[in-house]
């Protein structure tokens, strides 16, 4: 009895301390605000899964939805961009699952010309990786 009362209490806290939701979809969202002609490629990658490659055009979108895992969930992705794609930035565009799951926890990633930028779309982008 004592491990369902700490299940119910987790799943209580997850459900609570999340403003979506129950079993919404968490999302990452990718949009290419490079300059003109500039191709963004992008690659993610899971525990489970490669999600394949990605070819933006200026002002497109990628995205990609799923459940956090009891466990944990993280999702590593590279972009690339410039001449032969040499220009390049690395990252976890995603992390959580473990003890309190995410319901509708939404990342947002925009490539610009000087790094890539974030927000959860409540507040302004900020700057968080420089192409390398």
Known sequence: MHSLSWFLLVIGLSVGLSSAKWNEKNAVFFKNSLGRN??????????????GFHFLRPGETYDFSFHDSLFKSEFYCDLWQG??????????????????VHYGKKNFWDAREDGIYF?????????????K
Do not use: R
């Open 38 to 51: 500039k191709v963004l490629k992008v690659n993610c990658i899971s525990n489970d899964d490669n999600l």
């Open 83 to 100: 001449p032969d794609f040499k220009l390049h930035a690395s990252f976890m565009a995603y992390e959580g699952g473990g003890f309190i």
């Open 119 to 131: 927000t959860h779309g409540q507040k302004m982008p900020k700057l968080e990786y420089k192409w």
